[in-house]
């Protein structure tokens, strides 16, 4: 499975490492289990709530939510806002939406925050794109703005983790800048690569 370059970090994980089973809250008040024991996970970290970037892929995974399911993947997003802040953006999403303000597993999972994360050139025209999206989004009274105030800072970068029910990374991707991550059909043809034993498998998937 493809994995980006090594860069310098405290600590990374690649595929093939494990990782330890989880009880997370999700900001609806539901329990969710990483990984879960039946399906293959989707652990997305981004970056604070309202985050306008954050905000425009989201939306492309919410519209394919339902391939993604059949794919037997469970999604878990973190975000590192308070969880109260991050209810008020995350009720309508269709999946887990997990806050860690204290960036405890951002550190675990080597999740990093740098300058590159707007400067870099590739993020420049997402960027733009979202913010005025969000803008208009805003202005129809359709979203809120992020918070003035973001305590664990606006230069996060985004990762993705492909997880197997027994906790194995099956494919890791560390973004460059704050638009780097994977697009659903890349993220459905890592899950078909590694098919699940039928048991598993989710009823009506493929």
């Known amino acids: 499975m493809r994995t980006p370059r090594n860069r310098a970090r405290t600590r990374t994980l690649e595929p093939g490492a494990v990782i330890a089973t989880r009880d997370l809250t999700a ?17 997305q970290f981004r970056r604070f709530a309202g985050c306008p970037i954050c905000n425009l ?5 919410v519209r394919r939510h339902a391939e993604i399911d059949r794919a037997g993947i469970q999604e878990v997003v973190l975000f590192h ?44 025209a997402p960027t733009a794109r979202a ?14 703005p992020p918070s003035r ?21 099956l494919a890791a991707k560390y973004g460059e800048h704050a638009y780097d991550q994977w697009p659903v059909d890349e993220l459905l043809a ?17």
């Open 27 to 43: 900001v609806s008040g539901a329990r969710v289990t990483v990984p879960a024991g039946d399906r293959l996970t989707h652990l």
């Open 57 to 61: 892929h989201l939306r492309s995974v």
């Open 81 to 124: 806002s308070p969880a109260d802040e991050l209810r008020q953006y995350a009720t309508d999403l269709p999946f887990a939406v997990v806050a860690d303000p204290a960036k405890r597993l951002y550190a675990e999972f080597g999740v990093e925050s740098s300058p590159r994360s707007l400067l870099h050139p590739r993020a420049w």
């Open 131 to 144: 913010v005025l999206r969000s803008t208009w989004a805003v202005l129809r009274g359709r979203e809120r």
């Open 149 to 169: 105030k973001q305590p664990g800072g606006r230069l996060g970068l985004p990762a993705d983790f492909l997880i197997a029910p027994d906790g194995r990374i």
């Open 190 to 206: 890592l899950a078909a690569e590694t098919p699940l034993p039928s048991e598993a498998r989710p009823e009506g998937a493929s």
